[in-house]
């Protein structure tokens, strides 16, 4: 269950221009800063990009990828200001407004899927080189 308190801290990333240049430049501890915890031993790197060439934003759509193993997984946090950044990301309009929680909730359950996926993936990796061994 996501909380409502940390779904609306996501729209930080588009209303604080200082906090969003520390998720794209320092992602670990920013990310934590919105309950979003990468273990010491992943790699982490962002990738900005534009969803429109007219978006308010810059970037208007994070891509966060994260690797550790062997295995990688990766999730996004466009801006609620940018419908084209939304459908790159998600296939539909999640939200329009910075003080809707729904994108929010979206970035945080994304994000909770693919940790755990990419935790499956070192599980498998391992077990697989254990039966090589």
């Not at 969003?20 to 915890?37: C, D, N, S, Y």
């Not at 296939?91 to 970035?107: E, F, H, K, M, S």
């Not at 993936?121 to 077990?127: G, N, R, T």
């Amino acid at each position: 269950m996501v909380d409502e308190a940390q779904a609306l801290a996501i729209s930080r990333v588009w209303t604080d221009a200082a906090f969003r240049k520390r998720v794209v430049e320092a992602p670990r501890p920013a990310l934590a800063e919105l309950g979003i915890a990468i273990g010491a031993d992943a790699a982490v790197r962002v990738v900005g990009s534009k969803g429109a060439p007219g978006d308010v934003d810059d970037p208007s759509l994070i891509q966060v990828v994260v690797e550790q193993g062997g295995g990688y997984a990766y999730f996004f946090i466009p801006s609620p200001r940018s419908p084209c950044a939304q459908q790159a990301a998600y296939g539909i309009i999640v939200a329009r407004d910075t003080d809707d929680p729904a994108l929010g909730r979206r970035v945080l359950r994304d994000a909770e899927r693919a940790l755990a996926g990419l935790a499956a993936q070192c599980e498998v990796l391992a077990a697989e080189a254990e039966a090589v061994a």
